[in-house]
């Protein structure tokens, strides 16, 4: 059977699906790793930032980083390539954006905390195991100081820079062992000597713009204001917004310790023994099925496949009108809408039986929110399937990263596809 | 508590809930309002009513159970289940999908189904009393088993000796739909498409099987981009003119939004346009 979104089957390039297996039968031109377990860990492991978030399980594969890294490239070289000659076009964006979107700034900066919240629960199994390491401290740190810096007026690059020393220093202090991620092999062969700062830098930001992204949570909630930020020196907005990232980190900070007090007592729940169970989960049917929609979404996006329903060709219009526009929050929401349609879809032909699409998660500390950006989320029954991500070549400016609270005051709503 | 006890678990849902005796028994609990699944469970003689329901079912079989004043905005739907002479009363459910379901000798009153897009089902000696049904359209599934009885008709859902009272069709496409053997009485029949309906017997009037639901979609498009943007828009211009090519036959695409995104309409039409059309699609059967 051809998977296609409508009636009709013109969508002569999609790919064949054996409904017995659960999964396509052909591939296009990207999806060389639908088959291949650790594509589909990149929906579980830190997809949304893995260079914030660890990997305990050690599933982040070569091949994985290998991906981020030429993405990691591509988003470097757009986001230095950019500055010269839109700076202050981008500083006006965000000036425009933080003004009129203070209420989605908000949302935006409480995502962030709860990004910090599954950091934090990650934190607590982490000292739970004898690994102790005071990652929250380290991350609250490091929002701390980039929103102090910020609010001096330091330029972005020392700002990252400061950065880049403190974590080096609080991760080797911590006996981290460096693992497969640039990050740590880069901040240990500067703790060791081996490497300048600017060798540490350049590596970090190869590996995938994670000197920026990873400079800790305020310098995170700026880059999603747009690659505007960089046009420098920082606007007070943005400089404001670092400091507000700053105080939530605080305020998380202490949810967090009240986290792990609860589970050193017995009364939270230790979602992070889950993990084992959700590897399985990661290769049913089900997850197979969403991946291919999810790429034929992207392939309708793009162009290569037309859609044959008329209102589904609309939605596909309206959605490529955003991108040409760069209103990437309102092509993100879109986006999902059309995914979720055609999820629906596959469920009334009586596929994914056991998913449900469900649009607000329940957080570690049991905080219900929703939307949130994407990562897993660790109670074991929610995946969250984005657009674009693992793409680097198509819709590298869609990117979550650059979707922000963005120029347009639109936001993306993820899907989360619980599995039973 | 009712759906905590029923999570993960299969069989008898009287002896999971431990409910006394063989009588009916309300089951009725805030929480089927939860996104939740159960599965392979039997309900016998139990009572569900005044809910807004999201829980789904896969698998179950549902016997002399009565629901009433259930409703749902999309979330609720069931694959798989069986159902025997239950009582469906005041229920008004919106997008449900019902893949591979077997209605037999239920009554269903005062049943509002909207959006309602099933594959593989069949409703056996079901008496239906004013059912609304808007904007329905039969999903395929071809490699999805199904009841003999659709595959005896080569139909993809079937009305197998049915009795319809006052029901009231709208928006609807019946291809693939078999009705074998029902009585139809006092129908209301608004912009259906009767083409593709396998019976021997049409219940539906002449002039009524050139309903095409499509068009009534198109006039709604134009009557709201009128009101909002005016008949000197270019929006308007260009789905008018659109209209007037699809009825007339000169082109029979359905492709409407080409004309739209075409570079002629300006964006802040499509701007504005774009969120009143998700609304209106979401009515119709596509």
Same mark, same amino acid.
């Given at each position: ?33 639908? %088959?291949?377990?650790? =594509? ?6 830190a997809?949304a930032n893995p260079l914030f978030f660890t ?9 994985? +980083? ?10 470097? =070289? ?31 900066t409480?995502a962030q905390a709860h990004d910090v919240l599954v950091l934090a629960a990650d934190a607590a199994k982490r000292t739970?195991?004898?690994?102790g390491f005071d990652e929250i401290n380290l991350w609250s740190e490091t929002a701390r100081a980039s929103g102090e810096a910020f ?8 700002v990252i820079?400061g950065n880049v020393k403190n974590v080096a220093v609080s991760t080797l202090s911590a006996?981290i062992?460096?693992?497969?991620q640039?990050q740590y092999?880069?901040l ?16 970090l ?5 994670g000197a920026i992204l990873n400079a800790g949570l305020a310098s995170y909630a700026s880059a999603r ?17 670092a400091q507000r990232g700053s105080s939530i980190a605080k305020g998380v900070k202490g949810l967090a310790e009240?986290g792990f ?103 570690p ?10 990562y ?7 995946? %969250? ?15 979550? +990263? ?19 | ?36 699944? !159960? ?54 459910? *919106? ?37 609304? !049904? ?7 599934? *071809? ?43 006092? *129908? ?37 981009? *009128? ?60």
């Open positions: 059977m051809v998977w296609c979104d409508g009636e009709a089957s013109e969508s002569v390039l999609a790919r064949y699906f054996d409904p017995k297996l659960g999964r396509f039968l052909t591939q296009d031109s990207y999806l060389g790793q639908i %088959d291949e377990p650790p =594509s589909l860990h990149r929906y579980l492991y997809n990997d305990p399980t050690g599933h982040y594969s070569r091949a994985e +980083f290998a991906s981020d890294l030429k993405w990691g490239k591509d988003f470097a =070289s757009a986001f230095f390539g950019d500055l010269a000659e839109n700076a202050g076009r981008r500083a006006v964006k965000v000036g425009e954006a933080v003004v009129t979107n203070a209420a989605h700034m908000v949302v935006e409480g739970a195991t004898g690994e609010a001096e007026g330091k330029s972005t690059s020392d820079l006996g062992v460096p693992t497969v640039e092999s880069a240990a062969d500067f703790a060791a000597g081996k490497a300048t700062i600017e060798d540490v830098e350049d590596r930001a190869n590996a995938a713009g204001l747009g690659y505007g930020w960089r046009g420098q020196p920082l606007s007070a907005e943005v400089a404001q917004l009240r007090e609860r589970l050193h007592e017995g009364i939270g729940r230790n979602d992070f023994t889950t993990i084992g169970r959700i590897e399985p989960r990661v290769r049913s049917e089900s997850v197979s099925t969403l991946k291919s929609i999810r790429r034929h979404t992207e392939r309708l996006v793009r162009g290569n496949v037309k859609a044959s329903n008329p209102a589904i060709a609309r939605q596909v219009r309206s959605i490529q009108r955003a991108i040409s526009r760069e209103q990437f929050g309102r092509a993100g929401t879109r986006y999902h809408s059309l995914n979720f349609r055609l999820v629906r879809e596959a469920q009334a032909k009586g596929f994914l039986r056991d998913v449900i699409v469900d649009r607000s998660v329940q957080t500390l049991g905080i219900r929110r929703s939307r949130r950006p994407d897993r989320v660790t109670n074991g029954e929610i995946l %969250d399937i984005k657009p674009w991500r693992n793409n680097p070549k198509a819709f590298d400016l869609t990117d979550q +990263f650059q979707d922000l609270l963005g120029a347009t005051g639109e936001m993306p709503i993820p899907l989360y596809y619980r599995l039973w | 508590m009712v759906i905590e006890r029923l999570l993960g678990q299969r069989g008898d849902a009287r002896e999971i809930l431990r409910l006394p005796g063989d009588g009916y028994v309300d089951i009725s609990d805030a929480e089927w309002g939860e996104l939740e699944i !159960l599965r392979d469970l039997t309900f016998h003689r139990v009572v569900l009513a005044q809910q807004e329901i999201a829980v789904n079912f896969v698998d179950c079989l549902f016997r002399e159970s009565r629901f009433r004043g259930l409703h749902s905005t999309g979330h609720f739907w069931g694959a798989g289940n069986r159902w025997e002479r239950c009582d469906l009363s005041g229920i008004n459910l *919106a997008d449900v999908i019902s893949p591979a379901n077997v209605f037999e000798q239920c009554a269903f009153e005062d049943v509002s189904l909207v959006g309602y897009k099933p594959a593989k089902t069949v409703f056996r000696r079901c008496r239906f009393s004013r059912l609304r !049904l808007e904007g329905f359209r039969v999903v395929d599934n *071809a490699t999805l088993k199904g009841d003999p009885d659709l595959e005896r008709r080569g139909a993809r859902v079937a009305f197998v000796q049915c009795e319809f009272d006052q029901p009231y069709f709208s928006k609807c496409f019946f291809e693939g739909v078999a009705f074998d053997g029902c009585q139809v009485s006092g *129908a209301v029949v608004e912009a259906c498409d009767f083409r593709g309906v396998i019976t021997d017997q049409p219940w539906w009037k002449a002039d009524e099987r050139s309903g095409d639901p499509f068009i009534a979609f198109l006039q709604e498009l134009i009557d709201v981009t *009128a009101e909002r943007l005016g008949k000197e828009s270019a929006s308007y211009d260009a789905l008018d003119g659109y209209r007037r090519d699809y009825v007339s036959g000169r082109t029979t695409s359905r492709d409407y939004s080409a004309v739209l995104y075409g570079g002629q309409v300006p964006d802040r039409e499509l701007d504005l346009l774009e969120e009143i059309f998700d609304d209106i699609e979401g009515r119709y059967p596509f």
